[in-house]
């Protein structure tokens, strides 16, 4: 596609619930990252994917959170049994190549902007 | 360790006032730096980038900044910021060797008539 897209826009769910967050890349970009933006703060580096395999999942910040990538496109992001500071907008990036080969910039997807009440 | 400082968190200028927006970095390696500016509910849009070379690098909407290595800065600038220019602002920085970028927590830029 033209850009890098993400759904929903927006996810409001309840303590507790399980949610799934779908990034779709760029068409041919391999490398594919998510990142978490919290109310003042700055993006937080969740996960990277070369092709379907994650060789960083350093920045997970629990075992509630997962994610996989299949066919070398779309990514799903999968928090379980959210709680109140899962709240954030968690953002898809994706590269041509890995950042680690060209250090180049990012495309960025709008977001999906997650309340867990 | 790799860290991006953005020391002002909120920065009001009037409209056609000129701007500048405040970036250091801590990297070991060289660093590639970038300024992603995000508008209310987009995603973050890339205005420019510093690989190598010519210190001061042009990007879009007349944005321009300029990387100093002895001061390990990396400000963003514009002569005359346009009502349109509010926004958040992200300096970044990554390289080669690292598998992601590393970001600062912002500067949101507010622009009064």
């Known amino acids: 596609g033209a850009g890098v897209s993400q759904s929903p826009s927006n996810k409001v769910t309840e303590k507790g619930k399980d949610v799934e967050l779908r990034c779709d890349p760029i068409s041919g970009h391999t490398a594919l990252y998510w990142y978490r933006q919290s109310l003042g703060q700055g993006l937080e580096f969740l996960i990277y994917f070369q092709g379907n395999s994650a060789p960083d999942k350093s920045g997970l910040p629990s075992d509630r959170f997962s994610a996989e990538r299949t066919g070398g496109s779309v990514s799903t992001l999968t928090i379980q049994r959210t709680q109140q500071e899962d709240s954030a907008v968690y953002l898809c990036?994706?590269?041509?190549?890995?950042?680690?080969?060209?250090?180049?910039?990012?495309?960025f997807g709008p977001g999906t902007r997650l309340t867990v009440l | 360790a790799q860290s991006v400082t953005q020391p002002d968190i909120h920065i009001t200028v009037s409209e056609g006032a000129s701007l500048e927006l405040r970036c250091n970095y801590s990297y070991g390696a060289t660093p590639y730096l970038f300024w992603y500016v995000q508008s209310p509910g987009q995603g973050l849009q890339l205005l420019l980038k510093?690989?190598?070379?010519?210190?001061l690098v042009q990007g879009i909407k007349g944005f321009e900044a300029e990387f100093k290595r002895s001061q390990s800065s990396f400000n963003l600038r514009k002569p005359s910021v346009h009502w349109s220019d509010a926004a958040e602002y992200f300096c970044a920085v990554g390289s080669t060797g690292a598998n992601n970028l590393f970001f600062g927590t912002g500067t949101r830029l507010t622009v009064i008539p």
């Open positions: 510093y690989f190598s070379g010519d210190t």
């Open positions: 990036a994706s590269t041509p190549m890995g950042q680690a080969v060209t250090g180049g910039p990012q495309y």
